[in-house]
């Protein structure tokens, strides 16, 4: 099974029965399930079972796209190995790695069908409870135990090499630093907002403030990133929740991780004025940092290194990550508004004014974010959001 | 040639011959020359000829200490391919590598015994002139162009990779951020300076600072560092100045370099208080600081990425390298005091009162660099460090 192919489901059928060591007398039925931005996802399970596996399989390039933007392969390797690290240090809550085969690019996934996607539980309104506090617990576990607070020199050095990966974190640095500061091609502005737009790239100061979260997000190597943690990488459920779709994974900064989901949770928040929901992902932001500090916290004060275990460096380093988090949650709310890829959250208002609205406040928002980080602490970004989303509301 | 052998004076003969590709006619001499810290260096030259060639080969331990203390020969080609880096941007003040080979350790350098080595310039009381400006030239050059201002994701990931230098920035590590700032077996302290030593160990709020400028060295891989520039490293003379032994390169923050060089400077200007050559030192560290700017504006400004290529994101961006580059200085200052690795210029110091005074100085200005870093610029500095050196030198 080493050579690698394009795989159909009769091969996805075949790499499971032999990964997972079934008996060639089981019967094995597959599908296609991908939802087709840049790889290949199959189902295959018994008739009559609820569960049965997911096998990922990553294509010679962008699969939305087409082999015009080839992208390597090495990607699902990547992918099954930060999962499978960050699965060692938070088994509850990322999504199991059952075998995977660097030639095939595979991996095979365990079945997470009884659980929904986070984002797709936002859009219907649905209240899932504890799913911030999960996710604090999640990323302060994966954060701590791949950074300097747990890792020697040689071992952290060793994981930034073996974790590289250039080829998709070169299309994040572009999608998230690059293109939504700029008249872009690659750029997807709404005609209600051109002109937001264009106040965003002729604000030096804002360009000034994204150009150092650009550096920091490449030389800032602290942890080892899921690199892509929005509210469609989530799982959730029953009281369970699984992460999942590591591939834009890497070295990074911390507040990355932090600052993407909080940015999802916020484009929910701008795209839903009034709801009742609209307060409650103020609140999982808030839910989510304290989560997260209190889980850092207790790693991090029983971590290896000593001279990093003391409180007020603990304390210190928080406050650092929080200031990199809301940066990095303003850049992912503009480029998800401006730049190639959007949010359903947004763009699924039938109403073409109040998307306009929303879209308004999500770059007003955003851009308040990356040019106060260093001023605002998690209770003010209540009424800041709060007061921006009422200003935008009202805009002609 | 090719198998691993540690050298005599014959081998570094042969070596020269082959290397240089000298016909075997040459009449050639060699001595041992090393001053005996990590390395063999052996002088090769043709009788009667004023320069010959510089042999660098590495032992498979640290050569002062001896075979207890083991370190990856990996470290000569290392040093090499950082000296080709940096030569290839800085040619005109970086040593010339001749010729390298990865099996046997060793590095074919241009000889440079027509300069002397800076720091005995600075012990001789003697001046040369434009050494700073050059250095800033130097670090500006070699930081820029390994930098994201020049770089690409790829090249510049490619290159955090390449050089890779885990053994000897993991010695880093604990030298300068770990044994000084507690009771360590290594710490070499005086009897004089104990109590100075024991408030420094029990400061949490300067041990606060410097695990934020550990976790930087380790984690903030800003630019191929030279990583031990001290000014022995610097050799000077008739105009002309070259930059060696960078065994200690990787990626780091930028401000490493600068801080270190700062850091030796002002320990000179601590050593001799009430010389003339005093004032002089503050004026080196704000001609260095001066030059680096200008010469970073300058490269960095016409630099491959047009979002870091503005005025005010090279202006954030060098505000914080200063930043870095104070807190680096003042852990140089203090690691060089009581560490295990002193200096000349106060260890030289003959009178006990005067050499305790001087190092009790050392110790107060390293603390007052980390603790003010974010609010001293390069006049301040002078004022600061006269204040510091009156204060501590009119102690009983």
């Known amino acids: 099974m080493s050579q690698y192919r394009i795989f159909n489901h009769d091969d996805a059928i075949a790499y499971v029965r032999q990964a997972a060591q079934l008996d060639s007398a089981v019967v094995l039925q597959g599908e296609e399930i991908g939802d087709g931005n840049l790889n290949q996802v199959f189902k295959v399970w018994q008739p009559g079972q609820a569960k049965g596996f997911i096998v990922k399989q990553a294509l010679p390039y962008i699969r939305c796209i087409g082999e015009s933007w080839p992208l390597t392969r090495d990607r699902a390797r990547i992918e099954a190995e930060i999962l499978l690290y960050h699965g060692q240090h938070c088994p509850e809550y990322t999504v199991a790695v059952l075998h995977h085969d660097a030639e095939l690019s595979t991996i095979l996934l365990e079945d997470l069908s009884d659980l929904q996607v986070w984002r797709q539980a936002l859009l219907n309104g649905q209240h899932v409870a504890g799913v911030s506090e999960k996710l604090g617990v999640?990323?302060?576990?994966?954060?701590?135990?791949?950074?300097?607070?747990?890792?020697?020199?040689?071992?952290?050095?060793?994981?930034?090499?073996?974790?590289a990966n250039p080829e998709l974190m070169a299309i994040s640095e572009a999608v998230y630093f690059v293109d939504p500061f700029?008249?872009?091609?690659?750029?997807?502005?709404?005609?209600?907002?051109?002109?937001?737009?264009?106040?965003?790239?002729?604000?030096?100061?804002?360009?000034?403030?994204v150009a150092r979260l650009k550096h920091d997000f490449r030389c800032k190597g602290q942890a080892l990133l899921h690199g892509d943690l929005h509210t469609g990488s989530v799982m959730v459920g029953a009281g369970k929740l699984k992460?999942?779709?590591?591939?834009?994974?890497?070295?990074?900064?911390?507040?990355?991780?932090?600052?993407?989901?909080?940015?999802?949770?916020?484009l929910n928040f701008c795209a839903q004025p009034a709801s009742r929901q609209q307060p409650q992902r103020i609140k999982d932001v808030q839910a989510l940092w304290r989560s997260y500090k209190i889980q850092f916290f207790q790693q991090a004060s029983q971590g290896a290194d000593s001279s990093l275990a003391e409180p007020e460096v603990i304390g210190a380093f928080l406050r650092q990550v929080w200031q990199d988090a809301l940066g990095?949650?303003?850049?992912?709310?503009?480029?998800?508004?401006?730049?190639?890829?959007?949010?359903?959250d947004i763009d699924t208002i039938a109403d073409p004014i109040q998307k306009a609205a929303s879209q308004r406040q999500a770059l007003a928002l955003g851009r308040t974010l990356i040019m106060n980080a260093d001023?605002?602490?998690d209770a003010q970004l209540e009424h800041t959001a709060l007061n921006i989303a009422l200003k935008e509301s009202f805009k002609p």
């Not at 300097?148 to 040689?154: G, V």
């Not at 008249?183 to 804002?206: C, G, K, S, T, Y």
């Not at 591939?247 to 932090?258: A, R, S, T």
Request: charged share 20%; proline share 2%.
């Open 375 to 377: 001023q605002l602490n």
């Open 243 to 266: 992460v999942i779709d590591a591939e834009f994974g890497g070295y990074g900064p911390m507040g990355f991780d932090l600052g993407v989901i909080i940015a999802h949770l916020l």
């Open 328 to 344: 990095y949650a303003g850049c992912e709310m503009i480029r998800r508004t401006i730049g190639v890829a959007h949010v359903a």
């Open 138 to 163: 999640y990323l302060a576990q994966v954060h701590v135990h791949s950074s300097d607070f747990q890792l020697d020199y040689h071992a952290q050095r060793t994981a930034q090499l073996r974790f």
């Open 182 to 209: 700029c008249d872009h091609e690659r750029n997807n502005v709404a005609p209600e907002i051109r002109l937001e737009a264009e106040q965003l790239w002729a604000d030096q100061a804002l360009k000034t403030r």
